[in-house]
């Protein structure tokens, strides 16, 4: 069964600070992987997706994230926190065994101090 | 606006109570989900339909009962639950299968207490 693994379930970033929110994943193949926020109150959205078109995907907000088959790794970066950027977030990938299932990571919840 | 509408937002019910949360979609898209959010937890999948037809049972207790009427509705009928039940329900959408990088579309859920 896929898994997927985020360190850390709380970041704390200074508005204008790197942001690294941290996926790994257990695949014996390339799988599809997403990236998700959940700002409060609301339910999931995109803010990418690992397309296999290109290994550095730009995604919504200035987010982008890095696919790295030998470290099984998708990790999301943006090279400045707004306050704005506080929300939840979720590494997802596609299930091998399933048209329909992603399995989701447990989330890190992201805090931009001012 | 994310073209799929939850209700009811919240929901307080007792253990022998019968209620049903409800999934409206927008979007034109053919497969509806049913996923449960606790805390500290990863979502869990618990339903998917295609094109009416459930194509995911992930071994949800036969107190949760969902039911698509159409590509467009989706219910989830809630009967003699437990306090660990109380979770958000979040309804999603997809045009197809995520197997193929096709994305979900959430809607705002519904906070369920049980109490």
């Known amino acids: 069964a896929q898994s997927v693994t985020q360190l850390g379930s709380h970041v704390s970033v200074s508005e204008g600070a790197l942001v690294l929110l941290r996926c790994n994943y257990s695949?014996?193949?390339?799988?599809?992987l997403f990236w998700y926020v959940q700002y409060p109150n609301q339910g999931l959205q995109l803010l990418l997706k690992y397309t296999s078109a290109a290994t550095l995907v730009k995604g919504i907000n200035g987010f982008e994230a890095e696919f790295k088959k030998s470290e099984t790794s998708f990790h999301l970066t943006k090279p400045s926190a707004h306050m704005s950027d506080a929300a939840e977030y979720f590494c997802?990938?596609?299930?091998?065994?399933?048209?329909?299932?992603?399995?989701f990571g447990k989330g890190t919840l992201l805090t931009v101090n001012p | 606006e994310t073209g799929v509408t939850q209700t009811p937002r919240h929901l307080v019910m007792g253990m022998t109570n019968k209620k049903s949360l409800k999934c409206e979609q927008h979007?034109?898209?053919?497969?509806m989900y049913w996923y449960k959010q606790s805390a500290k937890k990863p979502l869990e999948l618990m339903f998917v339909?295609?094109?009416?037809?459930?194509?995911e049972n992930n071994s949800v207790p036969s107190r949760f009962s969902p039911e698509c009427p159409n590509s467009s509705h989706l219910f989830l009928h809630l009967h003699t639950l437990q306090p660990e039940d109380s979770a958000l329900y979040l309804c999603?959408?997809?045009?197809?299968?995520?197997?193929?990088?096709?994305?979900?579309?959430f809607g705002s859920g519904t906070q369920l207490s049980v109490l």
């Open positions: 999603a959408s997809s045009q197809g299968r995520v197997a193929t990088n096709e994305k979900l579309f």
């Open positions: 979007l034109g898209h053919n497969a």
């Open positions: 339909y295609n094109f009416k037809e459930q194509t």
């Open positions: 695949s014996s193949v390339p799988p599809y």
């Open positions: 997802a990938v596609s299930d091998a065994g399933s048209n329909y299932k992603l399995t």
